[in-house]
């Protein structure tokens, strides 16, 4: 799972260790995932995603209205 949470940041959690250790059941009251669709989970996809996660992971928590909203920052 990858998230990104006020006073934490981005974060990635390992599903079974996200499970066995009741980490979602204290924090959430439920969770819902979507799978990615329309994509090829081949070798070129994961070294995209995991050198994505990596350079995200640890990045402050961020939300503002022109986030929302689709604009650029300014």
Known sequence: MFESL????VCK???QT???DDYWQ???????FRRL????RDANFNKIFKDFMAEN???????NASALLGKEDN
């Open 26 to 32: 204290k924090n959430y009251s439920r969770i819902a």
């Open 13 to 15: 959690w390992d599903w």
């Open 37 to 40: 669709m329309g994509v090829e």
């Open 6 to 9: 006020h006073g934490k940041g």
């Open 18 to 20: 996200l499970i066995n």
């Open 57 to 63: 992971v640890g990045k402050n928590y961020r939300l």
